[in-house]
């Protein structure tokens, strides 16, 4: 492996403003009372300056202390926070950070996936970002690696998937990879004649705890879930990208052809919402069954992007554009939460215990 040195002040010098431009701020926005206040939640530790100008790729949470979270920002690496979002730290620059993992038995141990000089890396920190490891370089040019996750009951076991639709594995900890599937060979995918977005991009790796399953989703042909640690995979959304499939209630009566953002539940593996071409879906069987939801003033221009569920699929957040809509009753009605800002919400986090408590990650308008 190769030894790399993480400097937290490298980025910091275009930190107070917004490098990206778009109106209103940029960064983390923060509701105590379930959307009916928003506050920045921007400041950097020890400094003057904020995150209000980042670009934010992913959040998570410490998995033992919800008042730490991380934050995975393009150009602006990996950020942390112990009080919740009231300060931030960097622990990582030098790369586009994309996606994240943090092993739940120690938030020392933290898997980062991206791009850097025009190759997909993973780095790993194993002492909470003081120090960190390369433990893969992307051979080909601009092929950035989009997510990251491990198996929850063995480190060792990790997945990667790339922009280019190949999902990489390693069981033994990052030491070697492999290819264990092909999202963009033609006779994996579900169907024939399926549109194509840079080739069939992986835009998310997840493995459910719950059911002991891992997750892939790709933009054109949707979700996928394997249960013999990726040797096959069985598409769980292929009802909704078949050539006759026409959804009937939703604005656009016609199949699926992207796929944007994945939900899985905290505490039922068969509850999964997905951000399509077509609107949001939801299903409570693991992908046998599949809901229309019917967010209000969506159009064919405007449509759901991030989303995030608890309790059972109860409460659930989506947004359009810099909207917020949240529902306590599982998609049936929807409530609508404005925020101080005309930038996207790009990613969604709800509290694991108090779900009145929202983080919403922004990006410029695109």
């Given at each position: ?5 993480s ?10 403003c ?9 960064g983390?926005l923060?509701?105590?009372d379930?959307?009916g206040n ?5 400041s950097?530790?020890n ?18 202390n ?38 739940p ?10 791009i ?8 790993k920190?194993?002492?909470g ?5 390369e433990l ?11 997510s ?78 394997s249960t013999?640690?990726?040797v096959?995979f ?22 699926v ?12 593996p068969?509850?999964i ?7 949001l ?8 069954n ?9 159009s064919a ?33 929807w409530?609508t ?12 986090l ?17």
């Amino acid at each position: 492996m190769k030894k790399i040195l993480s400097l937290a002040a490298i980025f910091l010098v275009s930190a107070s403003c917004n490098v990206f431009g778009g109106p209103g701020v940029l960064g983390v926005l923060k509701t105590l009372d379930a959307g009916g206040n928003w506050q920045a939640a921007d400041s950097i530790e020890n400094s003057k300056n904020n995150i209000s100008g980042f670009s934010i790729a992913e959040m998570g949470f410490d998995p033992q202390n919800r008042q730490t979270l991380f934050l995975a920002a393009a150009e602006q690496g990996l950020w942390t926070s112990t009080n919740s979002a009231a300060s931030w730290h960097q622990i990582l620059g030098n790369i586009t950070a994309i996606d994240f993992y943090v092993d739940p038995a120690s938030s020392q141990n933290i898997l980062v996936s991206g791009i850097f000089n025009n190759h997909g890396r993973i780095v790993k920190t194993s002492d909470g970002g003081k120090t960190w490891d390369e433990l893969y370089q992307e051979a080909s040019v601009n092929n950035a690696v989009n997510s990251i996750t491990a198996n929850p009951n063995n480190s060792k076991e990790l997945y990667a998937g790339l922009n280019s639709g190949v999902l990489i594995k390693s069981v033994d900890g990052g030491v070697n990879w492999f290819v264990v599937f092909d999202f963009s060979d033609s006779k994996n995918a579900p169907q024939q004649n399926l549109p194509t977005f840079s080739a069939q991009q992986i835009t998310k790796v997840r493995f459910n705890p719950l059911n002991k399953a891992l997750y892939v989703l790709t933009r054109a042909n949707g979700l996928a879930e394997s249960t013999d640690g990726g040797v096959h995979f069985t598409y769980l959304t292929a009802a909704l990208t078949n050539q006759n499939f026409s959804d009937l209630i939703s604005l656009n009566p016609r199949r699926v052809d992207s796929f944007l953002k994945l939900a899985l539940d905290d505490t039922n593996p068969g509850i999964i919402y997905l951000t399509t071409s077509n609107g949001l879906y939801k299903t409570s069987d693991d992908g046998k069954n599949w809901v229309f939801l019917n967010v209000p003033v969506q159009s064919a221009s405007q449509l759901p992007r991030a989303i995030a569920s608890t309790r059972g699929g109860m409460v659930a957040y989506t947004s359009i554009g810099s909207t917020i809509f949240k529902t306590l009753d599982g998609g049936q009605s929807w409530q609508t939460e404005g925020l101080p800002t005309n930038n996207i919400v790009n990613k969604l986090l709800i509290d694991p215990q108090l779900s009145q408590i929202v983080y919403a990650g922004l990006i410029p308008p695109q």
